[in-house]
């Protein structure tokens, strides 16, 4: 029973560290990155498509995302897609690919984005020990009703805050690299 609590915790901090590392792909780094396209949508033929279904997406340059959309009869739908975007970008579309020139970053936007960064991994950090939280209880609901004794309980939250601080390490680990790319000029 209690490795099924370590495997259910094993299983939700995995997905905390994804959905982490996830959100910081799409965080713009001053260098090409085809991810920040990811959560773009484009109104093909009346329903919301994904831009990596409808384009072949490259970066030819490191600072220049080109993408070649199958149908050229869309170009004007991606490009109004981009410009309604939170990404900040402007395309230059020349009829047969859209080029988006990624600006370097100022100083100033440059701290903006490693505090954003920061406060994604303490969010991260926040359901990290909300699972703790979880997992503890219910060793604890185990205990109370005789399923395992005084002494596993107390291993057991040993191994949980364990896993929780390797965890936290890993997710220090993604913030620190992230705030490396974001700084670097």
Same mark, same amino acid.
Request: neutral net charge.
């Given at each position: 029973?209690?490795?099924?609590?370590?495997?259910?915790?094993?299983?939700?901090?995995?997905?905390?560290?994804?959905?982490?590392?996830?959100?910081?792909?799409?965080?713009?780094?001053?260098?090409?990155?085809?991810?920040i396209l990811d959560k773009l949508k484009v109104e093909y033929y009346g329903a919301e498509t994904p831009i990596k279904q409808l384009a072949s997406i490259s970066v030819p340059e490191p600072r220049i995302i080109q993408i070649q959309p199958y149908d050229a009869t869309i170009m004007k739908e991606v490009e109004k897609a981009i410009l309604t975007?939170?990404?900040?970008?402007?395309?230059?579309?020349?009829? $047969?690919?859209?080029?988006?020139?990624?600006?370097? *970053?100022?100083? /100033? +936007? &440059?701290?903006?984005?490693?505090?954003?960064? !920061? $406060?994604?991994?303490?969010?991260?950090?926040?359901? *990290?020990?909300? /699972? +703790? &939280?979880?997992?503890?209880?219910?060793?604890? !609901?185990?205990?109370?009703?005789?399923?395992?004794?005084?002494?596993?309980?107390?291993?057991?939250?040993?191994?949980?805050?364990?896993?929780?601080?390797?965890?936290?390490?890993?997710?220090?680990?993604?913030?620190?690299?992230?705030?490396?790319?974001?700084?670097?000029?």
């Open positions: 029973m209690r490795n099924q609590i370590h495997d259910h915790l094993s299983e939700k901090m995995d997905k905390t560290l994804n959905v982490l590392k996830e959100e910081l792909n799409h965080v713009r780094a001053g260098r090409a990155n085809p991810l975007s939170d990404l900040g970008l402007n395309p230059s579309n020349d009829g $047969k690919v859209i080029r988006l020139i990624i600006p370097m *970053l100022t100083e /100033e +936007r &440059r701290k903006e984005l490693t505090k954003h960064v !920061k $406060k994604l991994g303490e969010d991260a950090k926040v359901a *990290l020990r909300n /699972e +703790r &939280r979880d997992a503890i209880d219910q060793l604890k !609901k185990m205990q109370k009703s005789k399923e395992i004794t005084e002494d596993e309980l107390s291993s057991g939250e040993k191994e949980v805050q364990k896993m929780v601080d390797d965890q936290v390490a890993l997710i220090d680990q993604q913030i620190n690299k992230k705030n490396d790319e974001i700084m670097e000029v």
